[in-house]
């Protein structure tokens, strides 16, 4: 499987802050500049988790649970409940950046700790799951549009390259998990390294499929959340319940889970359920066309307003509809900057009232803020952002955090406080080079930002 690539990652428009995605389809779970000697400060990475625990109702997660685990992102039903027996080794071979072990250190840690899964790293040539760094040219030629991708039954690329149109690598006929390759790219930015790490690693060991109804999950292809959410280690935790194994059938694990659910999140007993609508495959594909690539200008925009209009026939009061005018909004900002301001707006307003999209709002405030800057109105920028670094710091989004704090930093002088514009826009390239990598993407998101500014020439 692979996981598709969509909004949240930040780029600007000539108006103001646009999130960026690209994303492919199929049955194989996936996720796309490395740091090089520079005289930029140094580079600011995540040393302490703040994993939320879920707060919806467990006749929700069990629902949840369900369609996760007996479903491909292709919609293909699965007949068995497939995960690994006894302890799980992981090793890392090919080219990894000096970012991939501190983060697969602090990702083993945490699925041990707070799933309760037996999994370690291991030097030799054997491992339940091997990580396999390579390039992103690499990747492209097997899945052109996906960043990183994993696989059952082999342990290379190579290996791969011979069985891939063969059964041996088809999820549907997986029972017990013995042997997964993940790939991840060597030469991409650290977050985006770590975000393969995070979501790829949850897939070889726990559900394949993806649901946007879920706000506080990276199994969403929204790309949202990019760690491990508490969310996620409650549905890993259940995963490997012993009272589950693998070759269940749909019945037999749904009989258990209710008692595991009620053992594992006593709370989410007493919470009421909110019983999401399930999405329908066409908002998903206008989705799809409308944010990922090989599609028109038009078409994109087309397939947002489609989107929008499936979204609102659902009757959708939740993140899905707030997710659809935001990407209405990115897709006609540059055409029609009003009517994208307005799109961004009722994004804003709905998420608001969403439980458990708090992140959301961060990115939501951000597009607000770039838009406040480019008119001038410095206080408005400055209250849209302060809410919300914290936010992302909380959820180690490194990119996100270090565009908010660069847009902070031209609020700040659009204010006349050029000190402590100075300051933040400094502090800010630290998780700008976790977030966005190499050096030359550091600098030019820099410039990008700098240029909203109406002080400043086009080019300044």
Known sequence: MRRILLPFCMVLGATWLAACGSGPREDVPSRAATPEQTDLPPMKAFSVAHPEPPSRSNRDIYRD???????????????RFSRFEGPISIRVTGSPPPSLMPDLNRLVTRLRRE??????????????????????ADIRQFLPKAACFVVPNVSSLQEYRSARHSRQTNWSDLVERERIAIFVPGDSSPQEVRDCLHEE???????????????????NDDNVHTVLTG?????????????????????????????????????GDSIAPRALKATPRPWIRAIQ??????????????????ALSIARSQGWRDHRLAFSHFALGRLTQMSDPDFALGQFLAAERIYAQTPGTELHRAYSASQLAAYAISQGRSAEALRLIEPYKAMAERHENAALLATLMMLEAEALDLAGRPAEAQAI??????????????????????REISALSPQKEPNG
């Open 231 to 267: 969310f996620d280690m409650l549905i890993l935790r259940a995963y490997y319940a012993p009272e589950l194994q693998a070759g269940m059938t749909r019945e037999q694990v749904a009989s258990r889970l209710p008692a595991i659910l009620s053992r594992l999140n006593p709370r």
């Open 289 to 306: 066309t409308a944010l990922g690539p090989g599609a028109s200008s038009g078409q994109r925009r087309r397939a947002a307003q489609e």
């Open 65 to 79: 649970f369900l369609e996760l685990s007996f479903q491909l992102e292709s919609g293909r039903q699965l007949d």
């Open 201 to 219: 690693l949850a897939q070889a060991l726990g559900p394949l499929n993806d649901l946007y109804r879920l706000p506080d999950s990276v199994f």
């Open 425 to 446: 826009r400094l502090d800010s390239i630290g998780w700008a080079r976790y977030g966005f990598g190499a050096d030359w993407a550091v600098r030019a998101k820099l």
């Open 115 to 136: 799933a309760g899964i037996d999994i370690g790293r291991v030097r030799g040539r054997n491992a339940s799951i091997t990580i396999e760094a390579v390039s992103r």
